[in-house]
Each structure stands twice: as C-alpha cells, then as structure tokens.
C-alpha cells in the first residue's frame, strides 16, 4: 500500500535570515547583495573521467563535466562543478534531483557510477555586487582577485572558518555561489553579515 501521509513542507535552513539578508542588500545600496537560493538539485557523481560513461553523461545532461581542476561548466539551468579527479557536483534546479540522477544512470549503463543526491546536505548562499569579492575575502584564504579566481571557477574552502564550496559565476553580474552545509549556514549567514556591515 502507497504512502499516503502529506510530506512536510520544504523549510529552509535560513528561512528566518531572509528577512535580515533583504535588509543589508537594501541598505548596502547596491554595492552588496546577499539572498539564499534554497532547495537547489545537487547531485555528488563519481566516476572515471576517462571511461566511456564520462562522456554519455555528459551528453545525457546536456553539459560536459569539466576536466580541468575548480572548474565549472553551466548550460541553462545545469551547472557541474569539478571537486576532484573522479567526482563533480551537478547542481540543478529546484525539485530536479530525481530526474538528473535517473539521467546519469541512464547514460553510464553498466559503467561503474556513484550519483549521491545531497540536496539536503547544503544550501547555497547568492553574493554578488561590486564588492562582492572584498566581502568574501575578509574570511576566506584563496586569493579571489579575477585574474586567480575569475568566472567559471570553484574551490574548495573554508570561508568564516566553515567548509564552503566556491563557485564564481559566469553570468554577468552572477557574483559567487556558497555552497554551505546547511548545519553552519545560521553561523555564516551571521558572518556574512557582520562582514558586510562596512558597506551599509
């Protein structure tokens, strides 16, 4: 017999940060802007860069995964993230995880493939305006300066003293994604705010 009971709604783990969020971007007038961007697909994929399932994934999902290291690659609403030799992270649109995963073990076949959905694992924190950069590096040890750590790419890192992955975005005005675990996200939403009180 199906389960029927009503599945609890969605809650973010920063939906009582919104609020706050909202109010710096106001008063930064326009030189920061922070959001959280919650609930986003997030697909952990590992498998042998070099095998054939590399490359039907990669066709199934419409976008290459991205060889060369702390790289990304987006096409429309898919971005993969390089983590390491042998594992991307696919990010996607809300609700999609199901879909993305059946697609990449579609395309890898009998292919040896891991596909871990860890949307609930993190939450992904939106940066961006002209001091974007600056506020990032009051607490994160990679140099973000554009020509080190410019569009397209990601790391790794910690930021506030929490593990964040990076991601500096290829969109015009796209700022960085931060990925955080969604157990410190309260801890680095207070950072990221306390950081950015210089430019309200």
Same mark, same amino acid.
Do not use: H
């Given at each position: 017999?199906?389960?029927?009971?009503?599945?609890?709604?969605?809650?973010?783990?920063?939906?009582?940060?919104?609020? @706050?969020?909202?109010?710096?971007? @106001?008063?930064?007038?326009?030189?920061?802007?922070?959001?959280?961007?919650?609930?986003?697909?997030?697909l952990d994929v590992r498998l042998d860069p070099k095998?054939?399932?590399a490359d039907a994934v990669g066709v199934a999902?419409?976008?290459?995964?991205?060889?060369?290291?702390?790289?990304v690659i987006r096409t429309g609403d898919l971005t993969a993230l390089w983590l390491g030799p042998d594992e991307w992270l696919v990010v996607g649109r809300p609700g999609t995880a199901r879909e993305l995963e059946s697609r990449?073990?579609?395309?890898?076949?009998?292919?040896?493939?891991?596909?871990?959905d860890v949307s609930a694992q993190r939450t992904t924190l939106l940066v961006t305006g002209p001091h974007a950069r600056d506020l990032l590096a009051h607490g994160c040890a990679l140099d973000l300066h554009p020509r080190a750590f410019g569009p397209g790419h990601c790391a790794q890192t910690t930021l506030g003293r929490?593990?964040?992955?990076?991601?500096?975005?290829d969109e015009p005005g796209g700022g960085f994604w931060v990925l955080v675990r969604s157990s410190f996200a309260g801890y680095l939403t207070d950072w990221l705010l306390d950081a950015a009180a210089e430019y309200l």
């Open positions: 017999m199906a389960d029927t009971t009503p599945a609890a709604p969605l809650r973010s783990p920063l939906r009582s940060a919104k609020d @706050r969020l909202a109010t710096a971007t @106001r008063a930064s007038q326009g030189r920061i802007r922070l959001a959280e961007l919650p609930f986003l697909a997030q095998g054939p399932a999902l419409g976008l290459p995964l991205p060889l060369e290291p702390n790289t990449v073990r579609e395309a890898a076949d009998d292919e040896p493939v891991a596909v871990t929490t593990q964040v992955v990076l991601v500096a975005r």
